[in-house]
């Protein structure tokens, strides 16, 4: 695993829609970034899932948040990988958005599509990370560094059911593990089991579930 941290980002429309200029992705565009936070369940901490831009029923989402998956949107400065994450789960969630073959997300999903073991396919995730830590670099603000001295940030791990395993993805650490998941009716329970346990105690923690 590798446990150097990833830079924290402020999140914006703008943000999301470098991200997917970066990866090769230009079909999409973002006007607003939403966040249901206030809306979720208290004994769930920070289990987020997200909204398709526009927005056309927020209660519909409101009440289905806990099996439904779909892109997520954050409007605030929240830390590390949560926005490429968002974007890379509204492409896997809309297979009619055409990309480039041969940029950063095209080339994702041809070594998903090609590999075999779940260690080629957790290296896969890895080709994402330059295009982060330069986002990063440019769209760090001095609120994102008052924030990290202060603790007050947001955790982001992305867990994606691929076969047989969960891939959990770190977005503090810029690191994965792989858990075993025994079925897909049991992905949600597996993924809530997870944020019990691994939760920092000093912040709020977030969950991108990508399919």
Request: charge should be negative; hydrophobic fraction near 35%.
């Amino acid at each position: 695993m590798v446990e150097e941290c990833w830079n924290k980002i402020t999140t914006t429309a703008e943000i999301f829609q470098k991200y997917c200029s970066e990866i090769g992705v230009d079909e999409i565009h973002f006007e607003d970034v939403y966040s249901l936070e206030e809306q979720l369940d208290k004994e769930t901490k920070g289990f987020i899932v997200s909204l398709p831009y526009p927005i056309q029923n927020i209660h519909f989402y409101e009440n289905n948040y806990q099996t439904e998956h779909h892109p997520i949107f954050i409007q605030q400065t929240i830390g590390n990988i949560c926005p490429l994450m968002a974007v890379i789960h509204i492409l896997i969630n809309s297979p009619s958005v055409k990309y480039q073959n041969d940029g950063v997300y095209g080339c994702f999903v041809h070594s998903l599509q090609q590999t075999q073991t779940k260690e080629e396919i957790a290296q896969c995730f890895q080709v994402f990370k330059q295009v982060h830590l330069q986002m990063s670099r440019e769209c760090s603000t001095k609120e994102d560094e008052e924030r990290e001295n202060t603790h007050e940030v947001y955790h982001c791990i992305a867990i994606i059911p691929f076969d047989s395993y969960i891939f959990v993805l770190d977005g503090r650490k810029g690191s994965y593990c792989v858990l075993s998941l025994p079925s897909r009716s049991s992905f949600v329970s597996q993924a809530l089991s997870f944020i019990c346990d691994n939760a920092p105690s000093n912040g709020l923690f977030s969950v991108v579930s990508l399919r």
